[in-house]
């Protein structure tokens, strides 16, 4: 069964930088997509970011475009989000997903959420 | 504004059934893209509950159904139980956005 686990959220101030990372367990994690998903506090999902199994193809809503970047390493399994000039209204639990990247495509599972925090 | 509408809550009785209704466009579900629904619990990550349209994970008891017609997409939930209370979220993708859009969520109260 896969297993996804998210870390590196907390408080940063706006114009901070962030990088979040999701270790994943239980798949041939190469074989796969993988997504953040966000939601901030008492809303709902938004779509953030994907990246293919290799990593050569990476896709973001145009909220984050130039701001934020996906990236993984297959040889441990692992999935990133450099997060830089972060906003008031990136404020949220980031999720990270298997999935996301093809047109008909859904995500599952999820991780447990890491807490961004945006603040002075 | 979400791309997909959906009520911002719906309310039953135990062994009632719901429905949760997930309206779209010509760019997205009228245009003939999947719809997929996710159950997020209080306080936990949402949950894969139905894929493809119709489809359920295993372990998805079939008191969910999902079914898409024209540009619209419902999830019904029979036999009302007070572990169903949750929010809801409908998911396809559109072509106008080049991305994968979300429902603004929908809440189940178990009354």
């Known amino acids: 069964e896969m297993q996804l686990l998210e870390s590196g959220g907390g408080l940063v101030q706006p114009g901070g930088s962030l990088r979040l990372s999701c270790a994943a367990s239980?798949?041939?994690?190469?074989?796969?997509?993988m997504s953040w998903v966000r939601q901030a506090p008492g809303k709902g999902l938004e779509w953030v970011s994907a990246i293919s199994g290799s990593g050569g193809t990476t896709y973001y809503a145009d909220s984050v475009k130039g701001r934020f970047t996906i990236s993984r390493d297959n040889s441990k399994n692992t999935l990133y989000m450099q997060m830089n000039s972060l906003r008031a209204e990136d404020m949220a639990v980031y999720y990270c997903?298997?999935?996301?990247?093809?047109?008909?495509?859904?995500?599952?599972?999820w991780g447990q959420g890491t807490l961004v925090t945006v603040s002075s | 504004q979400s791309v997909l509408t959906q009520p911002p809550s719906v309310s039953g009785a135990p062994g009632q059934r719901v429905t949760i209704s997930c309206t779209g466009s010509s760019t997205n579900i009228g245009a003939g893209y999947d719809v997929h629904w996710y159950q997020q619990l209080p306080g936990t990550a949402p949950k894969l509950l139905i894929y493809g349209n119709s489809n359920r994970p295993s372990g998805v008891p079939d008191r969910f159904y999902g079914s898409k017609s024209g540009t619209s997409a419902s999830l019904a939930i029979t036999g009302l139980q007070a572990e169903d209370e949750a929010d809801y979220y409908c998911q396809s993708y559109d072509s106008s956005l080049s991305g994968l859009v979300f429902g603004g969520g929908t809440k189940l109260t178990v009354l």
């Open positions: 239980g798949i041939t994690f190469s074989s796969f997509a």
């Open positions: 997903a298997k999935g996301g990247i093809a047109v008909g495509g859904w995500f599952d599972p």
